[in-house]
């Protein structure tokens, strides 16, 4: 079976103090499984001020763990070629522009034709990476820029770049009510208390913070500009609902259906019919990990979002 070494350094954070070792890693290195993780504690493969720990040890926030590990090939998911569409490719890294309504990676309820297969297919080598070096992921309905990473050290140098917040992500999205001007969003994120498959803002949650400005106003929606500071699962989704300003298609985090008053049919149409959260990921921008270049790549609104903001124009001239 092909295996690999990887290596990471990374410190524990204070808001992760009095957590088990192996929930404060599994946190850290959500693209690792609890079971790996504890595997490697176990191995004494992850080492904790340079001393082996227990699983169920405590940590304290501001250790230095340091991880050497053997990766072995991923078979649980399976090759399949699909078309993906390759913005940069080199020995290190893939930037890819992903289309809405593709899985990141295996799960529940799909259990094959994701990116993650796909990637095994275009480079077989990836099987010894966490996930097919996916470095951070895109909801389904999401469309637009992420990298990939090709290597171990790409992937460990990618991860420290994104918890350095070296990576910036910019978004665009339509979300339902008029922004009067941009801001911040700067609140914690955790499970849903009840739903488990939903995120929440909560208090003792997970930091996210969430940059928005405006592009242009419509009668009763807003195009926006928004940067992540920080990447949690749904966080913009769960930022914009919870600022009251959710986004347009979102069936999780929506709420009803509204149209502007005196709506045309045609926009109604175009609202009620809106497949997925109005959300793209248009920018992506960091250094190479390996060359230091600046690199940065930018993604044309598909022609799903580009529809319906056109329709929003007509009923704003119409108005």
């Known amino acids: 079976m092909a295996t690999s070494t990887i290596e990471l350094t990374l410190k524990i954070p204070d808001a992760n103090a009095g957590q088990r070792l192996d929930q404060a890693l599994a946190a850290l290195l959500p693209d690792y499984s609890r079971s790996r993780l504890k595997g490697w504690i176990q191995s004494g493969e992850i080492q904790v001020d340079g001393l082996a720990r227990r699983a169920r040890d405590r940590v304290q926030g501001g250790e230095a763990v340091v991880v050497r590990a053997t990766v072995a090939a991923d078979t649980a998911a399976m090759p399949q070629a699909m078309p993906l569409d390759l913005r940069y490719d080199d020995e290190h890294l893939l ?85 009067t001007a941009g801001g911040t969003i700067d609140a914690p994120i955790d499970r849903h208390p009840v739903d488990r498959v939903r995120m929440a803002v909560r208090q003792g949650g997970r930091e996210a913070v969430t940059h928005y400005r405006v592009i242009r106003r419509y009668r009763a929606h807003t195009h926006v500009r928004v940067e992540l500071e920080t990447g949690r699962t749904h966080q913009i989704r769960v930022h914009m609902a919870h600022a009251g300003y959710p986004l347009v298609g979102d069936r999780v985090y929506g709420g009803r259906l509204a149209f502007p008053k005196g709506a045309s049919e045609p926009l109604r149409q175009a609202l009620r019919g809106f497949p997925r959260q109005a959300l793209h990921a248009a920018r992506l921008k960091f250094d190479h990990p390996a060359t230091g270049r600046p690199l940065e790549f930018a993604s044309a609104l598909p022609p799903d979002l580009r529809a319906l903001l056109d329709e929003l124009a007509r009923d704003l001239a119409a108005a």
Request: glycine share 8%; aromatic share 2%; no cysteine.
């Open 95 to 179: 930037v890819i522009d992903k289309p809405a309504g593709l899985v990141v990676h295996p799960g529940a309820g799909n259990p094959d034709r994701t990116l993650q297969n796909a990637l095994l297919a275009l480079d077989p080598e990836l099987a010894t990476l966490p996930r097919a070096g996916i470095v951070h992921r895109l909801d389904k309905d999401t469309s637009g820029l992420m990298v990939v990473a090709r290597s171990l050290s790409a992937h460990a140098a990618l991860v420290r770049m994104l918890e350095a917040r070296e990576i910036h992500r910019g978004y665009e999205a339509v979300v339902r009510g008029v922004l």
